[in-house]
């Protein structure tokens, strides 16, 4: 009994000495902001990165975590969902398209995304409301110029709800939440979503995401890219083909060539109907690389050819994209878009959020939006994602102990200061 009290009061000790709460030894660390990628440890200590280093010794931290052939990644950032999932209104990306985010970010190494567009500056609010809010997902948002948000053709194409005024002060008052201003799916001639987004987008100092909706001749997308964005705007859905991304001989439209030159972004934004091989293939072997990868995620999306973050990741390695590319652009890269460069790397001080990666050989299909394969040799599979420096997903349990281990009548095996995995039921 003393010696069970003693060995019980030596733990309590070490516990509020220890110098960090989570210790993830041996992984290969990709760090794009900071050119890494080699074999490193990193130290968490509350919530922030508290160092990062060739070895640390596992007696200084709570909880060590040996990752050893795994990826250790910035948390992942998805700046194209539709999370406005608490409405309940019919065919809208404003309530049933869309998903509540804590139910697919987290299993897939996504720590940060960007809504893209469902609300408007009108129903921007109830969403930060009953979604923002609550979600233990970070999660941000483009708003969208039409001020009912993305309710189908009936809204969307109502120029007269197209207010750059009311956007803009929206955006400026939930300054760094709103983080862009978008355009979708208007079916008219007229530039006037454009341009009345890029008026927005300038009076509140962020970026523009354009999808652009029908293919029409009064408006073709050379002069979109080359006249009508600005240095940073972001077109999203660069290989659906639907907009004359490559022209009648296969080549990548000069206007997307031009308008990377002017600073125009190029985000995939795969979704159930805007990535085609017969466009990325062509496009990637011309050179022309997106420069960030979404997902463009929602309830139909999510079921077809795209999947999730790391289906859609693994396509571009599939494409001979290199594991290091494509983890820039998925983290880095879209936390510049966005301009929240706080996120999206791991350096010292910074948020702790840690997507730990696991690339798995073997024979994989990955299809488009027409339900074309191609094979892939190897595939991008999430074991463990860390969220502000606690474990918010673990696929096998490697942040956990082997039950054999544990005494008979052992309870909830957890920390908060390291984890936020709760047990099903407490005990008592």
Known sequence: MKLALLLAVGACAFAQQAKYDLLLKNGHIVDPKNHLSAIYDLAIKDGKIAEVAKSIDPSTALKTVDIHGLYMTPGLVDIHVHAYASTGEERSYAGDYSLFP???????????????????YKNFEDFKTHVIDRSKTRVLAFINIVGAGMRGPKYENN????????????????????VG??????????????EHAVDAGTAANIPVMVDFGANKPE?????LLTQKLRPGDIYTHCFSGLRGELDPEGKVNHGMIEGR????????????????WRV???????GFLPDSISTDIHYNSMNTGMKDMLNVMSKFLAMGVSVDDVIAKSTWNPAREIHHEELGHLSVGALADVAILRLQPGAFGFVDMYGARMNGRQKLICELTVHNGKVVYDLNGISRPD????????RYQGDPRWDTISPTRKSP
């Open 102 to 120: 804590d139910g697919f970010t987290f299993r897939n190494g996504v720590t940060t995304v960007a809504d893209a567009g469902s609300s408007g």
């Open 159 to 178: 120029q007269a709800d197209m207010e750059a005024a009311p956007a803009a002060e929206m955006a400026k008052k939930y300054r760094g939440i709103i």
């Open 181 to 194: 201003i978008k355009t979708a799916h208007y079916a008219g001639p007229e530039w006037t979503p454009v």
């Open 219 to 223: 408006r073709p997308i050379d002069v």
């Open 261 to 276: 030159k002017r600073g125009v972004i190029f985000d995939v934004g795969h979704g159930s109907g805007s990535f085609a």
């Open 280 to 286: 990325a293939v062509p496009a990637l072997e011309q």
């Open 403 to 410: 039950w054999k281990t544990l005494p008979p009548d052992y």
